[in-house]
């Protein structure tokens, strides 16, 4: 008879949290919804170019701790665009990060 991935996941979490590696992996009381992102529609066509910021930021991701993080027009995450296939987007990307990225 094998171990079960539920019994070896609920071990692992009781080693782990009577060793001083954190807290066990079970459910939290407290949990927030992930946040909804507004989605824009492009689809019909756009006026104006679209301005996209890469930024470092702070965020609370649920821990009650702000977290380093890195974002797009935010603290954190983007923004979330709907295009049509093929369509053609005018893009000014500027990067305030201390790395390259694309």
Do not use: E, W
Not at 1 to 10: D, I
Not at 58 to 69: F, P
Not at 75 to 82: A, D, E, I, Q, T
């Amino acid at each position: 008879m094998g171990l079960s991935r539920r019994a070896f996941l609920a071990g692992a979490a009781t080693a782990s949290a009577q060793l001083g590696y954190g807290t066990p992996l079970v459910a939290q009381q407290n949990v927030r919804p992930l946040p909804i992102i507004p989605m824009t529609d492009l689809t019909t066509g756009i006026n104006a170019r679209i301005n996209l910021t890469c930024a470092a930021g702070h965020h609370d991701l649920g821990t009650g701790a702000a977290s380093q993080t890195l974002g797009i027009n935010a603290n954190y995450l983007g923004p979330v665009l709907r295009a049509k296939q093929g369509q053609t987007l005018p893009f000014d990307v500027r990067n305030q990060l201390d790395a390259v990225t694309t």
